[in-house]
Structure formats: C-alpha cells, structure tokens
C-alpha cells in the first residue's frame, strides 16, 4: 500500500511539473516559462530572419499590388490546439496603389514550411489574446529593407 501511494504521489509531481501553462498578451515573454519557448530578443536569431525573409518574399511573388511600406512588424508565438507552439510575424503594409489607401494587416506563421495571411483573418490572428509577443521591438525596417532588395 505504501508503494502505491508513492507511485501515485511520484506521478502527480511529475504531472504537475510537465503541464503546459496558457500565457495571456498581457504577460511578457520570458526565458524562465518553459512550456511556451520564448525567442532571444536578437533581430539575427534564424527564426526572426526566416519569418521576415518568408513574408518579403511572399509579398514580392503574390501580393498585387506589392507593398510599398510597412509598419508594426513584431514576432510573437501562440499554442495551437495540439500543444504545439507556432511563431509569427505580425504587421501592416501599404499597398502600391494610386489614390488613397489603408494600412492592410498581414501575418506569416511559421508552419512546416509558413503560410501568410492579409487582411481580417490577419487581424483575427495577430489581435488573438493567446498571443505572447517577443521583445525584439519593432522590425518594420528589417522588413522593409528584404522588400525593397527584391524590387
């Protein structure tokens, strides 16, 4: 009987100790929260790079018109269903367009490979409450730079 209850006991703890915690937006990323990965805050870590390189390149081959600006670029990562943590990068752009124009949103989320999203479903992602955003600050310039260098 004493083994059964440690078993029990040892399994609880353990349990308890590999749950995954849900983050709200409201509380900042940090290194120390280990069921949710949070990013370095570097610009140069790879998967800031492959986010903002997957979005420039995405835009340049199938977004008409090209954007000619963004602005808001930040990273940020959420847990799907599934437990499994998906980054992405959040922001708006300013389409090539005459006359006058609004500021569209946009997101690319990595995936296997990334998917990008413009528009309200952009929104709907970058706006969701499950959202933990990264400290890197904002990286509208280095997006801006992938997009001017593919004109």
């Not at 937006?25 to 805050?41: F, I, K, N, R, Y």
Request: hydrophobic share 40%.
């Amino acid at each position: 009987m004493l083994r059964l209850a440690r078993t029990i006991l040892t399994l609880g703890i353990a349990a308890c100790a590999t749950a995954p915690a849900m983050r709200s937006a409201s509380q900042p990323a940090g290194p120390t929260e280990a069921s949710v990965p949070a990013l370095q805050p570097t610009p140069a870590d790879s998967l800031v790079e492959y986010l903002l390189t997957s979005a420039a390149t995405d835009f340049h081959d199938h977004t008409s018109p090209s954007p000619v600006r963004v602005r808001d670029v930040r990273v940020g990562h959420f847990m799907n269903r599934e437990g499994e943590v998906h980054y992405m990068l959040c922001g708006q752009f300013l389409p090539a367009q005459g006359g006058a124009a609004d500021w569209t949103p946009f997101a690319t989320i990595k995936t296997v490979r990334y998917e990008q999203w413009l528009g309200p479903q952009a929104a709907g992602f970058c706006q969701s409450p499950s959202v933990a955003w990264d400290t890197v600050g904002d990286l509208s310039a280095s997006l801006q730079s992938r997009l001017d260098s593919l004109r």
